[in-house]
């Protein structure tokens, strides 16, 4: 096929040989089939920033560390150096998400580097050799749907376990390989201690996915495994092993409510130390 002009700065460099063919053009970015030598992998090309909706952007960027002091306030000003670096961040979010997942045996795509603002990553295929199916399109057993699922929510503690979520896990973003389900799809990917609403997204995932696979075997359906990694983690009790039951007291909103009470308390404490404090400082004036 014709080279896109995202991809032509890949073959100069030698990155790549040869476009085959698209793969796919989602919402934020199009995937192309690519040959680099004898291997056959994928390159994802992202959309451009001004097409994607803002508002998933503010909220998934609460939360990512952005290297250095300057970076963070060209960022907090939308100025055109602070779109361009942005549109970095958002980019490299991808890729280094990917090679710290794939460094902590989460099932991913195997990363192939970033170049020119292109992902290269090895292309997911079923045992034919044809590019994968997302697990959203394919028909499974009940033992097959128990099976992805306990393979899928030991990514998504493994994730948890490096400190990420996942933010848009659906079985859209999973792909069915030979061997089992593979995450794909990371730009979005959000930090599960520096974000509000990351228990919220947490629980986002992991019912998406038990909601997909429960259609195959319902019983998914009464299973706990956000709730349950979530408050595991919180304690720092989390470990890319730990067994995990799906089985949750939800004595948990009962921890809160007290949790809630102490903090409350220890606010009013602050404040009555605080107006002692300016008190005193008033009377020695
Ligand atoms: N490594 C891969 N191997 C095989 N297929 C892939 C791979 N990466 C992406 N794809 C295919 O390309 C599609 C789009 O990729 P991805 O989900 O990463 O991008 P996206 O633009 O966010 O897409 P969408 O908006 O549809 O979620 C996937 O749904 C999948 O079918
Ligand atoms: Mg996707």
Known sequence: MKTPAALQALIDDGVIDEVLRPLKSGKEAAVYVVRSGDDIRCAKV???MAQRSFQQRVQYQEGRKVRGSREAR???????????????AWKNAEVDALYLLRDAGV?????????HGVLVMALVTDADGFSAPRL???ALSPEQARDFHAVLMRQVVRMLC???IHGDLSAY?????????IVIDFPQVVSAAGNNAARQMLLRDVNNLTASLGRWAPELLDTWFGEEMWALFEAGDL??????TGVFAHDERRADVAGVREAIEEARQEALIRQQGREAAAQDD
């Open 173 to 181: 973003n999973v792909l069915v390989g030979p061997d089992g389900p």
């Open 46 to 48: 992202y959309k451009d």
């Open 162 to 164: 490096c400190g990420l």
């Open 136 to 138: 959203g399109e394919v």
């Open 107 to 115: 099932r991913v795509p195997e990363p192939y580097g970033y170049y």
């Open 74 to 88: 060209a960022i907090g000003k939308a100025t055109k150096y602070g779109r361009k670096q942005q549109e970095t």
């Open 239 to 244: 470990r890319p092993d730990t067994v995990l």
